[in-house]
């Protein structure tokens, strides 16, 4: 018999992104009680803000970059640990 830590069995390696860009516009305005509000413009309606169309509303463009996020050396030291410990239970 093997022991095998339940660790081992579950896959650490998946699939990567590199980098995920997301870039959009946003309709900003101030409320009568000096709140922002944030909202998608719309074309059809002509925004979000219909009686707000004043100096007061304003077009934000908002980019939202994230980057690769790899598995921790400490992760990755102690699978490797478990990988090493059952290697030396298996005899051959």
Request: aromatic fraction near 6%.
């Amino acid at each position: 018999p093997v022991q095998i830590p339940l660790l081992t069995l579950v896959p650490v390696t998946s699939s990567r992104i590199k980098e995920l860009r997301f870039k959009t516009h946003l309709e900003v305005s101030l409320n009568d009680n000096d709140e922002m509000e944030v909202a998608f413009p719309s074309r059809e309606s002509g925004g979000f803000f219909k009686s707000d169309k004043n100096a007061n509303t304003h077009i934000a463009e908002l980019e939202i970059v994230l980057g690769d996020d790899s598995s921790p050396n400490g992760l990755k030291m102690m699978v490797e640990g478990y990988e090493r410990a059952l290697r030396a239970q298996i005899p051959g």
